[in-house]
């Protein structure tokens, strides 16, 4: 499986981002997709994630400023975020899992958001 993100870099506070993710070789279906994010001392968490049947979730600090969407016939997953704050800085990362079984889950290498103030 492989995870393959783009986009990111340096943004402004109340301007936007768009990151992307394709995925390839996942051997199953029925997954979801998503993106999770890591900034500087903290824990890892989610940010927003979309099933395959179209579900949507989002951390309530990005709740009505990023969008999840997802191309179930490319497999790719895209996060656009708007509105961007300093607190947004993070690095990135795509998710592939399931939460049935067979369980699954595959992480993507991480790319840098920094939004400056």
């Known amino acids: 499986v492989q995870l393959q993100a783009s986009g990111g870099g340096l943004g402004q506070a109340g301007g936007s981002l768009r990151l992307s993710c394709a995925a390839s070789?996942?051997?199953?279906?029925?997954?979801?997709m998503g993106w999770y994010r890591q900034a500087p001392g903290k824990q890892r968490e989610l940010v927003a994630s979309?099933?395959?049947?179209?579900?949507?979730n989002y951390a309530d600090s990005v709740k009505d400023r990023f969008t999840i969407s997802r191309d179930n016939r490319k497999n790719t997953v895209d996060l656009e975020m708007n509105n961007l704050k300093p607190e947004d800085t993070a690095v990135y990362y795509c998710?592939?899992?399931?939460?049935?079984?067979?369980?699954?889950?595959?992480w993507g290498q991480g790319t840098l958001v920094t939004v400056s103030s």
């Open positions: 070789g996942i051997p199953f279906s029925n997954f979801i």
């Open positions: 979309v099933s395959s049947g179209g579900t949507t």
């Open positions: 998710n592939v899992r399931r939460t049935v079984t067979p369980l699954f889950t595959s």
